[in-house]
């Protein structure tokens, strides 16, 4: 017989328990596919009212909370998940109030970890039993929709029919009888009404005994609707609290003083006392990170903090620099590679049956995050429970972090994730937390904000790796890619950074799918192709970069496709788009981004055009730009084009598409971390420069209509921003530039 | 000291050198005021000092002794947001959020000295770092901001 699949919260009530607060634990919808423990959420911090489920809680005044627990640092997960729920549970996103809950189980980001489209209500696989018993709760990789698409609307739809179900039982109807509107269940016979606040306590013990099905596309009222962000308002009037905005009572603040080698470490201060004697200055603490000083105000513990006289062991690098790492990344294009990850066809042989071998090798520099909002975290340690305050993109990893580095149980840790003032993968790191959390060790009982100046933050940064690509490539008369042979060499980003992050996951270099990403599955129709690549060990420590390994890779191939299209006496676009019969969904972006982008007009200005797939969804761009002196360019204007299948907040994704090419537009104009006797030569902003109004396009987004499952938006903007600027440079100069960032071949941009 | 923020009279006992947004961050708790840099390089920190956008992380307090400073926290009248903050809303600037606070007074000295800006005008007064590129919609938002003091005016000189 059949299990008879029974959607509910008092099963939860039976099985789950009352936590000390009363607040019940359990998950509506979950069935028996789901281990026990993976229904468990405590509802802290949800406000007044009865929680539905692990996500919706309803106040008497219809206020509908919303547990949301992925990062916001700017891409709109607070708007587009309620929306979700929204679109299901029919209430207006005015009445919606987000909280960021607890690191517990139904909040699982899977995605992350399968890339597959999960399904919490009808039971998950068991490698994703596995990631939500974990848990695994992460903010990256752009898998916040394609995680959350169908589980948030399902955690919509299940608590529309409990209230439902809860008013047609007080009216003695039928469940059918009812209908859902804005915030109120209607009888349809008589037209009476009920909030959900007045049925939200009745809601939550309804037995459901069928996943309710969700509304089809053209039902949708929200869903593909431009909706205002949630967040924004706060955001405006300077009331959003950050991680660094934290302010408890009793609270101090630290400044930490890092190691000036990379690797390196702290061994003593001599000059504490002296330091301990100005004023502000409550405590100097040595600690495994470097030294730091906790004063009553963040200038006075900064100024501090700089006055401390330290010993330091370099750990033997300090002889690390960039000439050295340029050095070796040349070497191991010239040794044989440590992994193949594509190879279609036999690329030597169609090389030496050719004459005209296109031959080149590119470049790209080490990139800091540079997260607006420095480094910071809050920590009261006490002896018996700890508590953190931290912009962090996986607060289940916050969680071990501080488990471990108080030996306290986990359910004695709490973590609050306030807004993030930007993330780009440098807040999935626990490095900052660690030093934090050691610091207020040493200050037990009391809130200590430790803050990283903007120096510390820039020269102790996960970084992109510094790359190399050597490419070969035979091109027939008529057009054809007879042969690709791209060569990569790089640090690895997920060996060094999953050792970090978990180091149960860590990744062998041969293994790490993210050094090649962008380089391989390329559309094109190509006769051989191969792409291999090599591993740069160091002990400099990198890490996810918005976009990752396409951040470099669409770089490098889509400027060799440019090369490749001018060898053969083509026109780029056309070049490109003779390859992509076979994949109809790039051919449309393409052309698509072509006819945006004016393509081809006669209008003195020059044009560069980059198609590239990141993170499940394509994107073209089409920079236009225009020369005003020697070297001297106005990017006027980026036409950009992207299918991430069904989409959301489409408000929200053209803002991620313009943040995407600025972010891609910085470090192509400008971005480079150097290395000079084991540290990093950058300090701030003005060694380190971002592109700014003056320099800034004007942008064009076009979204496509595709009805497919959805794919991620926070990335995909960035990589074919650089090969469209340097492909439109190339049009304007005939210079081909193989290197970035463009500043070192002289170019300037106003 | 004596400060005046916001329209109120506000003392505090710091050292003369400690600057503005340190004083407003961790000795009043005012944080909407950001720390972005330290070197005025980024403009998080911009307040308006007697109506003009100044880079509050590298001025002394002292220097701000006696003069209106304006932050985030008093753009907002009692009749309700500026026309520049409403402009932010209307046009779905902010992002992550983080620089929007110092964006937002730069643009308020830019109209206070500009009342009709050019994109050249904008490129040269607004030149704080966004991270996230809201450039686009911010230069659209002083545009429309722009407009709504210049037809606010003219109602008022019209009465």
Known sequence: MAKKKIFTRRNFLITGGVLGTGVVIGVAGLNSHVNKKLKKYSGKG????????????????????????????????????????????????????????????????????????????????????????????GTG????????????????????????????????????????????????ANNERLSYGELASAARNIELKELPALKKRNEWKLIGTKADRLDIPEKVFGQAEFGIDVRKEGMLFAAMRHPSVIGGKITGISNQAEV??????????????????????????????????????????????????????????????????????????????????????????????????????????????????????????CKDVVAAATGLDKENVTINVPYLGGGFGRRGE??????????????????????????????????????LSRFRAAVSEDGEILAWDNKLALQSVSHSSMARIMPSMATAPEDDEATAEGAIHLPYVMKNRRTAFGDYASPIQVGFWRSVGSSQNAFFTESFMDECAHAAGKDPYEFR??????????????????????????????????????????????????????????????????????YVNPDTIEAQMESGIIFGLSAALYGEITWEDGGVVQQNFPQYDMVRMNVAPNIKVHIMEVDEYPGGVGEPGTPPAAPALANALFAATGERVRELPLMKAGYTFA | MNLNINGKDIGVDVEPNMPLLWVLRDELN??????????????????????????????????????????????????????????????????????????????????????????????????????????????????????????????????
């Open chain 2, 30 to 159: 005012m944080t909407g005021t950001k720390f972005g840099c330290g070197v005025s390089a980024c403009g998080a920190c911009t307040v308006l000092v007697d109506g003009e956008a100044m880079r509050s992380c590298t001025m002394p307090v002292s220097m701000a002794e006696g003069k209106q400073i304006t932050t985030i926290e008093g753009v907002s009248t009692s009749s309700g947001p500026s026309a520049v903050q409403q402009a932010w809303i209307v046009h779905q600037v902010p992002q992550c959020g983080y620089c929007q606070s110092g964006m937002i007074l730069a643009a308020e000295s830019l109209l206070n000295e500009n009342s009709e800006p050019t994109d050249a005008d904008i490129d040269e007064k607004i030149t704080n770092i966004c991270r996230c590129g809201t450039y686009v919609r911010a230069r659209a938002a002083i545009h429309a901001a722009a407009k709504m003091r210049r037809e606010a005016n003219e109602l008022l000189g019209s009465l």
């Open chain 1, 577 to 646: 788009l003779s390859k992509l019969n076979d994949a109809p969904r790039f051919k449309a972006v393409l052309e698509k981004v072509a006819q945006l982008g004016n393509w081809g007009a006669n209008d003195g200005k020059y044009r560069g055009i980059a198609l590239h797939k990141s993170f499940g969804s394509i994107v073209g761009e089409v920079c236009t730009i225009s020369q005003v002196g020697e070297k001297q360019f106005s990017i006027d204007e980026f036409a950009c084009v992207i299918d991430c299948g069904i």
């Open chain 1, 46 to 137: 949800m406000g007044e009212g009865d929680s539905i489920n692990a996500w919706i809680r309803i106040a008497p005044d219809n206020t509908v909370t919303m547990a949301i627990a992925r990062a916001e640092m700017g891409q709109g997960v607070y708007t587009a998940l309620p929306m979700l729920i929204a679109e299901e549970l029919e209430i207006p996103m005015s009445s919606i109030r987000v909280v960021h809950p607890q690191p517990e189980s139904p909040y699982a980001n899977t995605f992350l970890l399968t890339q597959k489209e999960p399904n919490i209500f009808k039971g998950y696989s068991m490698m994703e039993k596995v990631y939500a018993y974990l848990p695994i709760i």
């Open chain 1, 141 to 188: 990789g752009s898998t916040t929709i394609p995680d959350g698409f169908n589980n948030m609307r399902y955690a919509g739809a299940t608590a529309r029919e409990m209230l439902k179900q809860a008013a047609a039982d007080q009216w003695g109807t039928n469940r059918n009888k009812v209908k859902a509107e804005a915030g109120f269940m209607i009888n349809t």
């Open chain 1, 430 to 467: 626990p490095d900052y937390l660690k030093k934090a959390v050691a610091v207020a060790q040493q200050m037990k009982g009391v809130p200590v904000q430790t803050v990283f100046t903007r120096e510390e933050d820039m020269r102790n940064d996960m970084y992109r790796p510094a790359a």
């Open chain 1, 276 to 397: 301990e004697q100005l004023k502000g200055v409550k405590k100097v603490v040595l600690t495994d990170f470097g030294a730091a000083v906790i004063a009553d105000n963040t200038w006075r513990a900064r100024n501090a903090s700089l006055m401390l006289d330290v010993e330091e062991d370099d750990a033997g690098n300090g002889n690390i620099n960039s000439e050295a790492i340029q050095a070796s990344l040349e070497k191991i294009l010239d040794e044989p590679p440590l992994a193949t990850p594509e190879a279609e066809g036999d690329v030597e042989a169609a090389l030496s049956g050719t004459d005209k071998v296109i031959e080149h090798t590119y470049k790209v520099p080490y990139l800091a995050h540079a997260t607006m909002e420095p480094l910071n975290c809050t920590a009261l340690i006490n002896d018996d429970s700890a508590e953190v305050w931290i912009g962090h993109q996986a607060s289940s990893v």
